[in-house]
């Protein structure tokens, strides 16, 4: 059975103060058996923050060890900080630092190098969505970005539809089950046990809706961005995954 993950992506927000918000969280992920509360802070906090009862994950590495990039952080270097996890693959990253599919599998498999379990991310833009595109572009981004030697126990693939990010728009439940399927079905025909890869729903996940799209097959957790930041929004989304 793929494990159930709920993931909070905190992007380019929180500072020391936020901290009191994974103390906050603890309990709730303490009591919620059989799920995986991970929580992605800014790399400013991750030393910090774990320990406090959260898994605690990164947003982004850089594929090198170490060298001359200055203002980049090495997958290592995270796990040294107490990281476990690391995002690649984000949209926001594909967009706004132009990271292409084969950065993104350079990105991974730097995670791998270092220990950590990597959630890597895909989806379609609106555009690609309103061209009935979405499954080409993924079939696409799987392809490119996931390396060989992926599995349940060291990457996670997080569906996370570029138009629903941040927007409270979410894709149907029936949206959200055919492509999951599909993800699925992929990820099981490219890489052994990959049909046991965790797969996520991200884009507008809320407490008002993590319910119905944690019943959804094929779902098996979410990662979450702006219901994310505090304890009181994403304790019941954790509540809801574990009850599903
Ligand atoms: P959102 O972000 O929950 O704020 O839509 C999700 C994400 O980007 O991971």
Redesign the pocket.
Known sequence: MPKKIA?G?W?MNGTSAALTQLEALAPVAAASTGVLTLICPPASLISRAAGLGVEIGAQDCHAAVSGAHTGDISAEMLADAGASHV?TG???RRQDHHETDADVAAKTQAGWRAGLTVIL?IGESEEQYRAGQTLDVLRGQLAGSVPQGAGPDNIVI?Y?PIW?????LTPTVEEIAKVHAFIRAELGAAHTEGAEISLLY?????ASNAAEIFAVADVDG???????LAAADFAPIVTALAAS
């Open positions: 993931a992506n992007k995002i984000h949209s926001e991310c997080a996370e629903a990010i941040g927007t409270g991200g884009g507008s996940v809320k979410g990662l979450v961005g702006g219901a994310s």
